[in-house]
C-alpha cells in the first residue's frame, strides 16, 4: 500500500496530459477480467498492479457514464458478462458502481472537504476512482485498509504512482470520520439553507430537492416525507418481475429458492437471486418490471369501458415494451377464454426505431396478435379516430420517480427538463384521446411524481372538454390489489384520486402515476 505523504491535506496529483484515462482501450485502462488471474497492470515497469476484477469493472462503468454520457444500467450488464463475472463478484461490482454514482454529491462534497484543490482540478478518472473509495469507506462493508489499499492500487494502475499517493492521502483523510460526521461537516446549515442541507446529506441536485417536495405536496402528500423519499432513491431496488398472464404465474416463479410473492402486483414476485436463474424469465413467459408499472399496465386493462371491449388496444409510447408485453399477455389471455374476437390486437407505437425493436423483442414470446409501428404517437388520433377500446398513453418525462433505477440520471437532468416535455406530453395524451371510441378507455402515465408533467398535463388537456370523464383509479386499482398489504399498513395510501400517485418511498414503487379517463359514450 501506498503511504501517505503529508499530515496535512493531501495536494494535487499532476493532471495528464494526452490519452483519456479509462477509455476503453487506453493506455493503462485495466480492461475488465484481464487482471483475474492477479495478472494486473505494470504503468510505470515497477511491480505487477493486482486489480479485481469487480472494482475493474466498476470502475470502467463510472468512466463510461462520465466521459461518454454512458447508463450504467446499460453498459453494466454487458461488462458483467464479458468480465465473467456472476453471483456475489457481479452483486459486488453493480453495489460499488450504482453506489458511487447515486451518491456523488455527498462523497464529492467530502472529497472537497479532504483536499486543498478545487474538485473542478482533480483529474477526473481519480475523482472517479475516489468515488468508489469513499463509497466503500462510508457505505459498504468493506474494511477501511482495503477500500484504501484497492483504490490506491486502481489509481496508481491508471494515472501512475503521483495520482496514486494522493488517492491515498485523500482516502485515509476521509476514513477519519463516518459518514455522520462528515455530512455534520460538510452540509450545509440546516436552518439556513434546508435545501441545500437535504441536497448534499441525501446526494439530489437541490432543483430535484425542490422539485420533490412540490411533487409531494401537489399530491397531498406532506413534506416532511422528503427525507424518506430521497433515502428511497438511494436503496437498491427488490428485483421485480412480471409473471406474464397465461404464460406463467407467481406460482411458478415462487416455487423455488429464488423468489417470493410480489406486495401489491397480483403477478408480482420478489427475485433473490439472478433474473438468469428463473426458467420463466430465460423463456420470455416473465419480465423484469417494477410492480408500479405492473399496476399501470392491468389499471389501463381492466378500467370500466361502456361498451363491450373487443380487444382492439393501444400503448402510444411503447418502448422499450414492458408494459406493451405485460398488455399482450392479458389480450391473449382474453382471446383464449373468448372475451374477445378473432380481430382482437395491440397496437404498439414508438417513435425511436431501436426501441421499437425492443418492442418487438418484448412481444415475441406472447401469442397475442400484435403489430409494431414506428411511427410519431401524435398523429394517431387523426388517422385513426375513435378506433381504439383500450389506449395506454406513458408519455416520455423526466423520470424523476425512478431515480434509484438510473443512478446517474439525477445529475443529468436539468430544471428545465420539467417544463420542455409537456408540449409532447399533451400532444401524445390528445392523439391517445381522438384515438380512443366513445366509451373506451385512456390510461395515461408518467414515471414522474412532478405535477408539470402529471396533474397539470391532465387538467390542461382535459379544460373545456365535456367528452371526456376521469375515473375513479384509486378504485381500479384497489380492485387489482385486492387483499394484499404494504408491509407495515392497512393503508394502500392511493389517496382519494381521480388519479392515483405511487411512492417510492410509500410503496416501494417507483414513484408511477396513474389517470384513467373515458371518452363519454
Ligand atoms: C416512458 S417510455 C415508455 C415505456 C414503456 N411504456 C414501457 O413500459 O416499456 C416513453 C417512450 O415514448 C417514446 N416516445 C417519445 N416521443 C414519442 C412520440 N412522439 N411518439 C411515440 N413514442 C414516443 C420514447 O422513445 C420512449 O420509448
Redesign the pocket.
Known amino acids: 500500500m501506498s503511504k501517505q505523504t503529508s499530515a496535512g491535506r493531501p495536494s494535487q496529483p499532476p493532471r495528464r496530459t494526452g490519452g483519456k484515462p479509462g477509455r476503453s482501450g487506453g493506455r493503462d485502462v485495466p480492461q475488465p477480467g484481464r487482471s483475474r488471474e492477479g495478472a494486473g497492470n505494470r504503468p510505470s515497469g515497477g511491480r505487477p498492479i493486482a486489480v479485481d476484477p469487480a472494482r475493474t469493472v466498476a470502475y470502467e462503468t463510472l468512466r463510461a457514464v462520465t466521459e461518454r454520457d454512458a447508463y450504467a444500467n446499460l453498459i453494466l450488464p454487458g461488462m458483467l458478462r464479458r468480465a465473467r463475472l456472476r453471483g456475489r463478484d457481479a452483486g459486488l461490482a453493480t453495489e460499488l458502481a450504482y453506489g458511487a454514482l447515486r451518491g456523488k454529491g455527498s462523497y464529492d462534497a467530502i472529497i472537497a472537504a479532504g483536499t486543498d484543490r478545487p474538485l473542478a482540478e482533480i483529474d477526473p478518472a481519480v475523482l472517479d476512482a475516489l468515488r468508489l473509495g469513499v463509497h466503500q469507506l462510508l457505505h459498504m462493508r468493506v474494511p477501511p485498509h482495503a477500500a484504501v489499499s484497492t483504490t490506491v492500487d486502481l489509481v496508481r494502475s491508471v494515472s501512475g504512482s503521483g495520482a496514486s499517493r494522493f488517492a491515498n492521502a485523500v482516502l485515509r483523510r476521509v476514513g477519519e470520520r463516518d459518514e455522520a460526521e462528515w455530512m455534520a461537516k460538510v452540509a450545509p446549515d440546516e436552518q439556513k439553507n434546508p435545501d441545500g442541507n437535504l441536497s448534499v446529506r441525501y446526494s439530489h441536485p437541490e432543483w430535484i430537492v425542490r422539485a420533490l417536495r412540490d411533487a409531494l405536496r401537489g399530491s397531498g402528500r406532506p413534506a416532511d416525507e422528503l427525507p424518506a423519499l430521497l433515502t428511497a432513491h438511494n436503496a437498491r431496488p427488490a428485483v421485480t418481475v412480471a409473471a406474464l398472464p397465461g404464460l406463467s404465474d407467481v406460482d411458478e416463479i415462487v416455487d423455488g429458492p429464488h423468489a417470493q410473492v410480489g406486495v401489491l402486483s397480483p403477478v408480482a414476485a420478489l427475485l433473490k437471486g439472478a433474473p438468469d436463474d428463473v426458467a420463466a424469465i430465460r423463456q420470455g413467459r416473465a419480465r423484469v418490471q417494477d410492480e408500479g408499472?405492473q399496476l399501470v399496465a392491468l389499471g389501463a386493462a381492466n378500467a370500466p369501458t361502456v361498451g363491450p371491449d373487443r380487444g382492439i388496444w393501444l400503448?402510444?409510447?411503447?418502448?422499450?415494451?414492458?408494459?406493451?408485453a405485460l398488455l399482450a399477455a392479458l389480450l391473449s389471455e382474453r382471446h383464449a377464454a373468448g372475451l374477445v374476437g378473432d380481430d382482437a390486437e395491440l397496437v404498439a407505437?414508438?417513435?425511436?426505431e431501436h426501441?421499437a425493436g425492443l418492442v418487438q423483442q418484448s412481444l415475441a414470446a406472447v401469442p397475442a396478435a400484435y403489430d409494431v409501428r414506428v411511427?410519431?404517437?401524435?398523429t394517431l388520433g387523426e388517422s385513426e379516430p375513435g378506433r381504439y377500446d383500450r389506449v395506454l398513453v406513458?408519455?416520455?418525462?423526466t423520470g424523476l420517480g425512478a431515480l434509484r433505477r438510473r443512478p446517474e440520471s439525477r445529475w443529468r437532468r436539468t430544471p428545465s427538463d420539467l417544463t420542455s416535455l409537456a408540449p409532447?406530453q399533451r400532444g401524445?395524451l390528445e392523439s391517445a384521446l381522438a384515438a380512443v371510441r366513445p366509451g373506451g378507455v385512456v390510461a395515461y402515465a408518467t414515471?414522474s411524481p412532478h405535477p408539470a408533467e402529471t396533474n397539470l398535463v391532465v387538467d390542461d388537456v382535459l379544460r373545456g372538454r365535456e367528452d371526456v370523464e376521469r375515473l375513479d383509479t384509486p378504485a381500479v386499482l384497489r380492485d387489482l390489489i385486492g387483499s394484499r398489504r404494504l408491509p407495515d399498513s392497512d393503508d394502500l395510501m392511493l389517496g382519494d384520486g381521480p388519479a392515483v400517485q405511487l411512492w417510492t418511498h410509500l410503496h416501494g414503487t417507483d414513484s408511477m402515476y396513474l389517470a384513467l379517463l373515458r371518452r363519454r359514450a
Open positions: 408499472s400503448d402510444l409510447c411503447a418502448g422499450p415494451g414492458g408494459k406493451a407505437v414508438e417513435s425511436a426501441r411511427r410519431d404517437g401524435r406513458d408519455v416520455p418525462c409532447l401524445l414515471c
